[in-house]
């Protein structure tokens, strides 16, 4: 069955605009993304708010360049807004999926471990060795990326607290963050990697 074909819808016009150069179609366009953190802000809290106020920003800023790259996509099917929400939403679900899987690889395993370092009293749930290897590896860790991880996970600050503290960008802390807790979970498991067969035959 045929079925004719829909008009694009308005914005369309307003998008070619832009994309022509227009100073006022740009201005135009520009209103429409102010909305940009109010809606990241309602995408993430149906979400659960996974992402915290910091990340959210980063959200936005990536919605942003995804949606100036991709201006030229936009074919008038559906108001520009509806457009813009879809990219959004996609940004939102990329960003949240990347902090649960880091959450879950790197950062869930070594919080328990984390919590008895520095250990200043014997604790009796946490076995001494494992305590004291956690001391070594965090040593052995640049000093700044140590820093990072103290200043998280025993001074309760969020990465964007602790960029404020320090005076460094967000994505500089989230990154030295991240890549000291994968080096500090590489050398936590080299005495057991190193062990080899003897401690496979000990523990049988």
């Avoid at 940009?36 to 990340?55: M, V, Y």
């Avoid at 996609?90 to 395993?109: D, F, G, H």
């Avoid at 004291?132 to 990465?159: C, D, F």
């Avoid at 890549?179 to 979970?185: E, F, I, S, V």
Wanted: glycine letters at 6%; hydrophobic letters at 40%; proline letters at 6%.
């Amino acid at each position: 069955m045929f079925h004719p074909a829909h008009d694009p819808h308005p914005d369309l016009k307003l998008v070619r605009a832009v994309l022509d150069g227009s100073p006022e179609a740009t201005e135009r366009f520009l209103l429409h993304m102010h909305a940009l953190p109010r809606i990241a802000f309602s995408l993430n809290s149906r979400n659960g708010s996974i992402l915290n106020d910091f990340e959210l920003e980063d959200v936005v800023q990536n919605c942003l360049s995804s949606l100036w790259h991709q201006l030229a996509r936009y074919e008038g099917r559906g108001p520009l807004d509806a457009w813009v929400l879809g990219i959004c939403r996609n940004e939102l679900r990329r960003a949240s999926r990347t902090k649960t899987s880091i959450e879950r690889q790197v950062v869930e395993p070594l919080l328990g471990a984390l919590e008895s370092y520095p250990a200043e009293q014997a604790d009796p749930c946490v076995d001494f060795d494992e305590t004291e290897l956690l001391h070594q590896a965090m040593a052995r860790l640049p000093a700044g990326r140590a820093r990072l991880i103290r200043m998280k996970h025993y001074e309760s600050m969020t990465l964007g607290q602790i960029a404020s503290k320090l005076g460094l960008s967000l994505g500089t802390v989230k990154a030295d963050y991240f890549k000291g807790l994968k080096q500090l979970r590489a050398m936590l498991a080299e005495p057991f990697d190193q062990a080899g067969p003897q401690a496979q035959e000990s523990a049988s």
